[in-house]
């Protein structure tokens, strides 16, 4: 009978709020590896003399009856579960670690603790749900930007300084797991890890991996990997993100079909591309001209259907997306074959000529008199003078005698051709006559 007076006693106290238990609603454990329940509890003050180093700690399974559904004692080790408690019950913590989970180890566990007299309390009002998996479940994994939680499929601005988060529950604390990184390029990432207790005092690890966006890690996916060490295997778990970066144009380039160097009268089309997210959505061309540049057209292509030399020059690109713009240019070349645009010749002690021509690539000069091909000598001398790229000009002075049947050709040729103008040389600058020429 004092018994039972001393047992409603108790109870009323639970209701009181004397005695208190805090224990985490529901706990994954996995299969082959332990698990871990977070315990504190409170009693009524007058029964603390009775919690001593000499108490114990019981886990009940599926009920609260501790004579027949005790599965753990913390005195003895022949009962049901294996493990210890690693919470001084002396403290009022009882944290509990069970080894070797099964799945019999799924279930809905009560606390009881027995000290010295009458203190004697199980703990009915709340209990912890054990559910034992086959496999870990996938981390978690969340992206902030500058400090701040963003959606994971949100695009992000290059430079963003940018925190991805991979966080688990550790399930074992006495053997935690590990999380990796790694990604879909091989980039080379610098992560820290840590380990802290969430919202139900369960340990979670924690793994962050900080970086500054950049273009080059626009769709690419970053994977982190939870691994178990178990005793007889390693198990692992992955969860996946990819990054989508917008960024201002970059790597514009300009393309020319079918080559930079073309015929003069043929067709050639200069086309330009951009990387840039957004995409590109505008291409604007101009071109060279006195030092300033002058806008031809809009769109990724320019043709000339038929070129001439004046389209030779320098034409640049731009390209242009919601971020920012980027220039590139490229040297248009019109080659054509060689012309004459001047040829004549003076006499006075000696004979001199010029010979002026241009053409693209840059003409040689060759000269012939009378037929014969003509070079530096006591009686001669050839000079040349390249104006430019295209244009020169070619000096003969003739320090001999000439008749009357002499004649003086200027010959220039390139790789498309070639042109000749000749004058016929007498004894007097008055009787000198151009002859015929050929192209």
Same mark, same amino acid.
């Given at each position: ?323 920012? @713009? ?21 006499? @006075?002690?000696? @004979? ?88």
């Amino acid at each position: 009978m004092d018994k039972l007076i001393i047992l409603m006693f108790l109870l009323q106290g639970v209701w009181c709020g004397d005695w208190n238990i805090s224990l985490p609603e529901k706990i994954e454990a996995l299969s082959g590896s332990c698990v871990t329940i977070n315990c504190t509890f409170t009693i009524n003050n007058k029964y603390d003399k009775d919690l001593t180093d000499s108490a114990v700690g019981m886990w009940i399974k599926n009920g609260t009856d501790y004579s027949t559904n005790v599965v753990f004692h913390s005195n003895r080790t022949n009962l049901y579960f294996k493990g210890e408690i690693i919470g001084k019950l002396k403290r009022k913590n009882c944290t509990t670690i069970f080894y070797n989970v099964t799945p019999n180890h799924s279930g809905q566990f009560f606390f009881r603790i027995e000290g010295n007299d009458v203190l004697k309390m199980t703990y009915s009002q709340k209990s912890a749900l054990i559910n034992v998996i086959d496999s870990p479940l996938n981390p978690t994994v969340q992206m902030f930007k500058d400090q701040m939680e963003v959606e994971v499929h949100e695009e992000v601005l290059e430079g963003s300084s940018m925190c991805l988060r991979c966080s688990a529950k550790t399930l074992c604390s006495s053997s935690p797991p590990t999380l990796t990184w790694s990604s879909t390029d091989r980039l080379h990432l610098n992560d820290s890890s840590r380990l802290q207790l969430d919202q139900q005092n369960q340990t979670e690890i924690i793994s962050d991996l900080n970086f500054t966006a950049t273009h080059l890690q626009h769709g690419v996916t970053f994977i982190c990997t939870i691994t178990y060490q178990l005793q007889q295997r390693n198990t692992t778990a992955q969860s996946y993100i990819t990054l989508r970066v917008q960024y201002p144009t970059k790597n514009t380039s300009v393309s020319v079909f079918p080559s930079n160097s073309v015929l003069e009268g043929s067709s050639v089309t200069l086309i330009c591309s951009s990387d840039g997210n957004p995409a590109v959505f505008n291409y604007t061309w101009y071109r060279e001209n006195g030092g300033q540049l002058e806008e031809l057209q809009t769109g990724y292509n320019l043709t000339f259907n038929m070129t001439d030399r004046t389209h030779t020059g320098r034409y640049y690109c731009q390209a242009k997306n919601k971020h920012g @713009t980027q220039n590139t240019s490229v040297l248009l070349n019109i080659q054509y074959a060689p012309q004459i645009s001047l040829f004549s010749c003076n006499k @006075t002690d000696v @004979t001199l000529c010029l010979c002026e021509a241009h053409g693209n690539p840059s003409p040689k000069v060759e000269w012939f008199l009378s037929g014969r091909p003509v070079s530096n000598s006591t009686n001669t001398f050839i000079s040349e003078e390249r104006l430019n790229s295209t244009d020169l000009r070619s000096f003969i002075s003739l320090h001999q005698s000439l008749t009357h049947t002499d004649t003086l050709q200027c010959v220039i040729n390139n790789t498309h051709g070639n042109a000749s103008q000749q004058i016929q040389l007498v004894a007097s600058p008055q009787e000198m006559t151009q002859l015929d020429s050929s192209q």
